[in-house]
């Protein structure tokens, strides 16, 4: 029983057997060949995104939200206003962080069931000219939900305000062209849909706006300019980069580009969420998005009515069965989540369907009918 | 010749086969699994230093310089005022981001090849009694010289001064315990001399002072109180932490007690420095430190006087026999630096030595005696 457990979570995920293999060896980080892997990850992020003419990648030490509060902290000017079109819990932590920082935030709240409007948006940019920046979670992983960032980054354009885009958890699966979309901050990590381990965040920044972002950090460690200017000068990383984290990175990279790259993934997680979801009905339970705004990333299932039902029993029988599965994250109604990403096909989709069936009997639950 | 080369650099360094396997397994950061071993490598570690009964200890995602970032940003008042006494690159470092954050900071300009003074540290403290916090490097990486802990943490107490110590490349190998030392926050980092791969600090805060810590940091990233809170509550990380690199610190922290603990760690550096230098010596090299105040961590020498030495050919030709040199770090004399720490013993250092003759007999420099 010594299989290990498959990581239904939106990161850490399961990765493959290749890229924990490429963590077997120590690297010097001022070395030309560790240098080299920098650089091309760095490139061949860009590359993903169709970014290198537009865009700089920089990648930054610790969890996505470190880079997050990075991109802000870099991008937005010390007298900035920046504005999140609230719909979860990822809006409501970048809102939080900006205004730790001292930059002023107004925060707009919006059903979390439902993407963020382009148009609502629209109005509070023409309503209040003093916001400069919009910052956008790309797909809230508290419900799920994808917002229309073309849409978002149609309007900041033609209104002349910056985009910050969290994409944490779409990017590399999900559709982000910098030739069609314009950003000026684009936000995501290794251990989410390009399947590497967690330790490291990277953001792509706009050419355009690279200089003007000179001084505005008043953090030393997430200043992304200086970062950048450093990485640009050296090849190195300022401060003590995570090797082991970077060479898999790069190994998961290369087998993202084996696999067919970001369309590929996108079709093998839309089939692992079909799966999952047809599964799930199967059985009962019923998902909490309508499935036009369910992005294949994280799907938050209600929980079952039934009065022996309780998440940490659910979650332990599951486990017990090989799944790890995910607590849901919404205060008004109990949901579970459970992951469509990772080193992982229909196959582990069906056996974790499979194995949630057994918890259920398990628990002399006879199906996972949500209350109403 | 594909043995790895070995990394005589002071972190990223050398680990053992067994640390890096332990990252070929992947945790979800929710799991009690993972919950447990974040528990357990929090609490050996606060037995190293004896810290059990008076601090606590909060790891942080990222490298250790943001660790040193989240200490002042936690510990330090919006309008505190801390005092660096700065013989070396990090204590400008360390200068450079509380600045940046906005707290006050007094720099006074030191020796580089000698420690701080404790007495001199304190006729500032006294003529100055604005200053409320102390900032130290323990050992200066810089350079590698080690400074006075215990005498000055002894002047902090008396005079009610708070103490940030940075102890990135003497934790786990010099001697430090915290039942007769006092410091408000002292922090580390995975991949030094506990020999982890790199992605994670950690600091060891002071209970005393905990509470009155909260709401210092501006940043939500790098509040360390906040960290601490939400660990304590959940067990967990506020954000995803580096899963892969704290289980191979858990491993690497095994693998610390098994040895002896931080005795028998410090007795393997000293060893490595002395073979170092003595070889090194028979070579013509000159350290740039006196022996009293050179830690066993990290060794500056001279480069040598003939006009045939270049750092970058002779760092290859060594790098051709094996070894991974380090470069120096002063403005004034040329140097290069040599770490004798990581998952090396003696043997290793001998093979280094040779390897550094060969190559300065490849380059045609007859012996590395410095220039005067």
Same mark, same amino acid.
């Given at each position: ?97 900006? *205004? ?5 935030? &107004?925060? =707009?709240?919006? #059903?979390?069931? $439902?993407?963020?409007?382009?148009? @609502?948006? /629209? ?112 090849? *190195? ?5 995570? &090797?082991? =984290?970077?060479? #898999?990175?790069? $190994?998961?990279?290369?087998?993202? @580009?084996? /696999? ?113």
């Amino acid at each position: 029983m010594d299989r290990d457990p498959i990581l239904l979570t939106p990161g850490p995920l399961t990765t493959t057997l290749r890229t924990k293999l490429a963590m077997l060896k120590d690297w010097g980080s001022w070395d030309t060949d560790f240098i080299a892997v920098t650089a091309s990850v760095r490139q061949r992020l860009l590359d993903i995104v169709h970014g290198a003419d537009s865009h700089v990648l920089v990648p930054l030490q610790g969890s996505g939200t470190f880079s997050v509060e990075a991109a802000v902290a870099t991008v937005v000017p010390r007298d900035g206003h920046v504005l999140v079109m609230d719909n979860g819990a990822y809006c409501k932590r970048a809102a939080r962080l900006t *205004q730790l920082m001292g930059r002023r935030a &107004t925060v =707009v709240p919006q #059903a979390e069931e $439902e993407p963020v409007s382009a148009g @609502e948006m /629209e109005k509070r940019l023409l309503a209040d000219p003093s916001i400069t920046h919009v910052v956008l979670i790309h797909c809230e992983t508290g419900t799920g939900v994808l917002n229309p960032l073309p849409e978002m980054a149609a309007v900041c354009q033609r209104l002349g305000k910056g985009l910050i885009v969290d994409a944490m958890s779409s990017f590399g699966a999900l559709p982000i062209d910098a030739r069609e979309v314009r950003f000026d901050a684009l936000v995501a990590a290794s251990g989410k849909c390009l399947e590497g381990v967690p330790g490291m965040g990277f953001v792509f920044l706009r050419k355009a706006i690279l200089d003007g972002c000179a001084g505005n950090s008043q953090s030393l460690a997430m200043d992304l300019h200086d970062q950048h200017v450093y990485m640009e000068k050296t090849g *190195q990383w300022r401060f003590t980069p995570p &090797t082991h =984290v970077l060479v #898999a990175l790069s $190994e998961a990279i290369t087998q993202f @580009e084996e /696999e067919g790259g970001r369309v590929a993934r996108l079709a093998r997680y839309t089939d692992n969420c079909r799966v999952l979801v047809d599964g799930m009905a199967a059985l009962g339970f019923r998902p909490l998005l309508r499935p036009e705004v369910q992005a294949p990333i994280i799907v938050t299932f209600h929980a079952p009515a039934h009065p022996a039902y309780e998440f940490r029993r659910f979650y332990e029988a599951a486990k017990a069965r090989g799944f790890i599965l995910y607590p849901g994250k919404l205060t008004q109604v109990e949901t579970f989540r459970v992951g469509c990403i990772g080193a992982i096909g229909a196959n582990e989709m069906r056996q974790a369907v499979a194995a949630v069936a057994d918890s259920l009997a398990e628990m002399g639950i006879p199906d996972g009918r949500p209350a109403g």
